[in-house]
């Protein structure tokens, strides 16, 4: 299953409906390939997962609903979360179902993630000549047809309105190491502060 559905791509590519199985494996693998170096990029899944915790203690005055209501939670899963249901049980205590991560499919703010994986699809598939799958575009062809190039219009194109996104794009939804600053050494005497007087 891919967080883009083939159909998506087919119509992109002016392929019938419904579609022969062979084209069908063909788009999905093309779609995997595609969220596979999105998710080796930013170092994180890109389908979200259900996670239930008990004993949970709300903030008081938030909204059950809003996730800044669960900041144990929020230190425990150390992702992106969504309450999806809390239940309330003895002593002020909640059990409550999260979604945790990204949910590129259903989430509209995660839609870069979702065209370049999409457009990242299309494109392989169209410049792939033994697939059979669309029509590779013609950029330009010698004055006596002895040479033909072929547009090239995978990801990474102008930021203009419309180009397709770059994987570097998708930086902001990288997952950041955890940097440690060292802390200086002590400097020797004559150049550290001192209060000795002479």
């Known amino acids: 299953m891919t967080v883009v559905?083939?159909?998506?791509?087919?119509?992109?590519?002016?392929?019938?409906d419904p579609l022969p199985a062979d084209k069908a494996w063909q788009i999905e693998q093309a779609l995997l390939d595609a969220e596979g170096a999105v998710v080796g990029h930013i170092g994180r899944p890109i389908v979200a997962v259900e996670k239930t915790l008990t004993d949970q203690y709300p903030v008081p005055g938030i909204a059950l609903t809003d996730p800044d209501a669960w900041p144990d939670a929020?230190?425990?899963?150390?992702?992106?979360?969504?309450?999806?249901?809390?239940?309330?049980?003895?002593?002020?205590?909640?059990?409550?179902?999260?979604?945790?991560?990204?949910?590129?499919?259903n989430d509209p703010e995660l839609r870069r993630i979702y065209t370049f994986i999409r457009d990242s699809a299309v494109e392989s598939l169209r410049n792939n000549p033994d697939g059979g799958i669309?029509?590779?575009?013609?950029?330009?062809?010698?004055?006596?047809g002895q040479s033909v190039s072929y547009a090239?219009?995978?990801?990474?194109?102008?930021?203009?309105?419309?180009?397709?996104?770059?994987?570097?794009?998708?930086?902001?939804?990288?997952?950041?190491?955890?940097?440690?600053?060292?802390?200086?050494?002590?400097?020797?005497?004559?150049?550290?502060?001192?209060?000795?007087?002479?």
């Open 74 to 105: 929020q230190v425990q899963l150390d992702d992106r979360i969504k309450v999806l249901e809390t239940t309330a049980t003895e002593g002020g205590r909640f059990t409550v179902r999260f979604l945790v991560g990204l949910d590129v499919a």
């Open 5 to 16: 559905p083939t159909e998506d791509v087919a119509r992109l590519l002016g392929l019938p």
């Open 152 to 198: 090239n219009d995978t990801p990474g194109g102008a930021a203009a309105p419309g180009a397709p996104p770059t994987l570097d794009s998708l930086n902001r939804w990288k997952r950041r190491a955890a940097y440690m600053r060292r802390t200086p050494r002590p400097v020797p005497w004559p150049y550290a502060g001192d209060t000795r007087s002479w």
């Open 134 to 144: 669309g029509t590779r575009r013609v950029s330009s062809v010698s004055a006596e």
